[in-house]
RNA sequence: GGGCUCGUGGCUUAGCCAGGAUAUAGCGCCGGAUUUCUAAUCCGGACGUCCCGGGUUCGAAUCCCGGCGAGUCCGCCA
């Protein structure tokens, strides 16, 4: 309703201007502490006419005429401001949407397939907390593209022939594996064994060698010791992601493009086409928009990741409308790289979401060196953590209860901790914080919806449709206003790329019910009241539930 | 050395791309509210050279230039 509300600004404002004789491209409209929507073009109007700025505002504000039934209330001039404010109908009608559309208000104009790849994590070992910041982000943008109606594909794309795969099956015949562990962690234990063993003995990387030589022919053995070694890391890696609620519609291994002859088809075009040449035996693409060339095929005629990724891209071009990937930072200059190729070769080049880092106190991460914090030691701190906190609160449930309702709260508050920052932002991963659940994240929020779930569980029963007229409570008012922007707020999410804003939408959505909550009883409500408070509640209660679910947190009916 | 990103109260952080009204919120600190629809709540208070210096502008946290600091990348690794 809140875009709405802005379109209704935006042509009422041009139809005044147009009235008062003056022109702009802009029209300055921006969200205002002073009122729900404000325009500061009078301003740039003065220096353009000569005029004053509030001589300008109050000659503009004189010609608008506000239709019957608009979602415009009113207009007011604060100085060289045009505040304008929503009506009763905005009001109204928002609670009317909500009741209509239930679980899918919220829902946007989005149109046609998006392919999304994120995680996408070295199978040598366990996620760690820096790989789930991808996965997080990732699968929170899949969700919110979901909600704004786009169908969406999500995909991992499996390193299963790299050099460091190579060193995993190299690993795996020379250390024990221990049958004890799951599985990804004790893939990271024979992997962390064999990088000390060949940094201490450089001369066996030879062996890695011979083994990439032979995994590119595709050698069977060889295929059948990587695949072993991927597989054992993945099947970990799918249940950690699991625990998070996060799913992947499609893995997708990068040896398919070298065994299906995409890469080899990919090359000989590229040479072909003379966009790539021959230096030093090695196939090259001239990059002068960058410090160096780019290396696509070894002079041994081995492939590179990169070589692997240019045929991922074309194939996942071919397959949708819209493709996104979600790295971390240190793939900027290579993603750039990636798409510069595909820009020359007239190939639809993805939107890249970047992560800064997170890095632990003590500096950065490193599977390889075993200096990692894992994300299923994360997770199980976390739950015993969670499951003290539940039990501290609700000391009378009994243990079932208490469990079951931790795990939501737990995970919850984990993807909460990193959906809410922006992802240009580096952090370093701090213990005291990650179980803090005195803060306010995914319990503040899951609490709300708890609340509202009890509210309606003691009436006897919903009401299909109410009056939202006799709501004019402060508190009541502010709670419709925010419901209204749900969908103003998944849109710019899912157009801008930024799930970090539904995360902050959704704190201050729990902020405003809990006002609510606070100031306007329901159940003891007079007559003429209770009814249009226990819609609003149901009203509250759905987008709470919608936009826990768009940030992939459960929504528990009791905590 | 070059590229990219970041720098906002003690700590964490929104706003920056599309410049505007008293700079957002949390943690921590101080004080208040509970015979309740679940206090994982609500209300109030203290705490700021928006890294520094120039510039553009009627107006700069936001744009431009120059510094400083942190992270990251600059492999025929992935």
């Given at each position: 309703m809140f875009i709405k509300f802005k379109h209704a600004v935006e042509s009422t404002?041009?139809?005044?201007?147009?009235?008062?004789?003056?022109?702009?491209?802009?029209?300055?409209?921006?969200?205002?502490?002073h009122s729900d929507l404000a325009s500061s073009l009078s301003f740039r109007l003065a220096s353009e006419y000569k005029q004053s700025p509030m001589i300008i505002a109050d000659t503009i504000a004189s010609k608008i005429t506000i239709p019957e039934n608009s979602l415009i209330d009113r207009v007011e001039v604060a100085g060289a401001y045009i505040n304008f404010f929503v009506s009763e109908t905005f009001l109204n009608n928002t609670i009317y949407e909500i009741f209509k559309k239930q679980g899918s208000y919220g829902a946007g104009h989005g149109k046609g397939k998006v392919i999304i790849e994120h995680t996408s994590a070295n199978p040598n070992g366990p996620l760690h907390?820096?790989?789930?910041?991808?996965?997080?982000?990732?699968?929170?943008?899949?969700?919110?593209?979901?909600?704004?109606?786009?169908?969406?594909?999500?995909?991992?794309?499996?390193?299963?022939?790299?050099?460091?795969?190579?060193?995993?099956?190299?690993a795996l015949d020379r250390f024990e594996f221990n049958q004890q562990k799951k599985t990804d962690h004790a893939i990271a234990d024979v992997y962390i064994q064999a990088n000390q063993e060949l940094r201490d003995n450089p001369d066996l990387s030879l062996q890695i060698d011979n083994m990439m030589q032979k995994i590119e022919l595709g050698d069977e053995e060889m295929v059948k010791r990587f695949d072993r070694a991927t597989n054992l890391a993945i099947a970990g890696i799918t249940s950690t992601l699991k625990r998070m609620n996060i799913h992947h519609d499609r893995f997708v291994y990068e040896s398919r493009f070298v065994k299906g002859?995409?890469?080899a088809d990919f090359l000989r075009e590229l040479e072909e086409s003379g966009l790539a040449e021959t230096i030093d035996g090695a196939l090259t693409v001239p990059m002068p928009e960058f410090d160096k060339d780019l290396v696509i095929r070894r002079s041994n005629n081995t492939s590179l990741y990169v070589t692997r990724d240019l045929a991922y891209h074309r194939w996942k071009a071919e397959r949708c409308d819209r493709v996104i990937d979600v790295l971390g930072a240190d793939h900027k200059l290579i993603s750039s790289q990636l798409c510069y190729v595909l820009r020359v070769c007239g190939i639809k080049e993805p939107e890249i979401v970047i992560f800064e880092f997170v890095s632990l106190p003590e500096g950065s991460m490193s599977t390889r060196a075993g200096k990692f914090i894992s994300a299923d030691d994360l997770l199980d701190q976390v739950n015993t953590q969670a499951l003290a906190e539940v039990t501290k609160r609700r000391p009378k449930t009994d243990e079932d209860f208490r469990k079951r309702i931790s795990l939501p709260v737990?995970?919850?508050?984990?993807?909460y901790d990193i959906v809410k920052i922006s992802p240009e932002k580096a952090t370093t991963f701090d213990w005291e914080s990650a179980l803090d659940f005195d803060k306010l994240?995914?319990?503040?929020?899951?609490?709300?919806?708890?609340?509202?779930c009890s509210i309606l569980k003691k009436t006897s029963g919903v009401p299909d449709s109410i009056d939202p007229s006799v709501l004019t409570g402060e508190a009541e008012i502010a709670l419709v206003k925010e419901l209204a922007r749900f969908s103003h707020v998944t849109n710019a999410a899912a157009s801008n790329l930024k799930p970090h804003i539904v995360a902050i939408y959704a704190r201050k959505l729990a902020e405003s019910f809990n006002q609510f909550y606070r100031m306007s009883p329901?159940?003891?409500?007079?007559?003429?009241?209770?009814e249009a408070r226990i819609g609003l509640v149901e009203c509250a209660r759905i987008v709470l539930a919608s936009v826990l679910d768009v940030l992939g947190i459960d929504a528990p009916e009791s905590m």
């Amino acid at each position: 309703m809140f875009i709405k509300f802005k379109h209704a600004v935006e042509s009422t404002l041009k139809s005044a201007l147009d009235t008062a004789g003056y022109s702009t491209d802009n029209l300055y409209i921006e969200e205002s502490a002073h009122s729900d929507l404000a325009s500061s073009l009078s301003f740039r109007l003065a220096s353009e006419y000569k005029q004053s700025p509030m001589i300008i505002a109050d000659t503009i504000a004189s010609k608008i005429t506000i239709p019957e039934n608009s979602l415009i209330d009113r207009v007011e001039v604060a100085g060289a401001y045009i505040n304008f404010f929503v009506s009763e109908t905005f009001l109204n009608n928002t609670i009317y949407e909500i009741f209509k559309k239930q679980g899918s208000y919220g829902a946007g104009h989005g149109k046609g397939k998006v392919i999304i790849e994120h995680t996408s994590a070295n199978p040598n070992g366990p996620l760690h907390v820096g790989h789930i910041r991808n996965s997080v982000i990732g699968d929170t943008l899949a969700r919110i593209l979901k909600k704004v109606g786009y169908e969406v594909e999500v995909q991992y794309y499996a390193n299963d022939m790299g050099r460091q795969i190579a060193i995993v099956a190299w690993a795996l015949d020379r250390f024990e594996f221990n049958q004890q562990k799951k599985t990804d962690h004790a893939i990271a234990d024979v992997y962390i064994q064999a990088n000390q063993e060949l940094r201490d003995n450089p001369d066996l990387s030879l062996q890695i060698d011979n083994m990439m030589q032979k995994i590119e022919l595709g050698d069977e053995e060889m295929v059948k010791r990587f695949d072993r070694a991927t597989n054992l890391a993945i099947a970990g890696i799918t249940s950690t992601l699991k625990r998070m609620n996060i799913h992947h519609d499609r893995f997708v291994y990068e040896s398919r493009f070298v065994k299906g002859g995409d890469v080899a088809d990919f090359l000989r075009e590229l040479e072909e086409s003379g966009l790539a040449e021959t230096i030093d035996g090695a196939l090259t693409v001239p990059m002068p928009e960058f410090d160096k060339d780019l290396v696509i095929r070894r002079s041994n005629n081995t492939s590179l990741y990169v070589t692997r990724d240019l045929a991922y891209h074309r194939w996942k071009a071919e397959r949708c409308d819209r493709v996104i990937d979600v790295l971390g930072a240190d793939h900027k200059l290579i993603s750039s790289q990636l798409c510069y190729v595909l820009r020359v070769c007239g190939i639809k080049e993805p939107e890249i979401v970047i992560f800064e880092f997170v890095s632990l106190p003590e500096g950065s991460m490193s599977t390889r060196a075993g200096k990692f914090i894992s994300a299923d030691d994360l997770l199980d701190q976390v739950n015993t953590q969670a499951l003290a906190e539940v039990t501290k609160r609700r000391p009378k449930t009994d243990e079932d209860f208490r469990k079951r309702i931790s795990l939501p709260v737990g995970i919850g508050a984990v993807r909460y901790d990193i959906v809410k920052i922006s992802p240009e932002k580096a952090t370093t991963f701090d213990w005291e914080s990650a179980l803090d659940f005195d803060k306010l994240g995914a319990p503040f929020i899951q609490y709300s919806h708890a609340r509202a779930c009890s509210i309606l569980k003691k009436t006897s029963g919903v009401p299909d449709s109410i009056d939202p007229s006799v709501l004019t409570g402060e508190a009541e008012i502010a709670l419709v206003k925010e419901l209204a922007r749900f969908s103003h707020v998944t849109n710019a999410a899912a157009s801008n790329l930024k799930p970090h804003i539904v995360a902050i939408y959704a704190r201050k959505l729990a902020e405003s019910f809990n006002q609510f909550y606070r100031m306007s009883p329901v159940l003891s409500a007079p007559d003429d009241l209770l009814e249009a408070r226990i819609g609003l509640v149901e009203c509250a209660r759905i987008v709470l539930a919608s936009v826990l679910d768009v940030l992939g947190i459960d929504a528990p009916e009791s905590m």
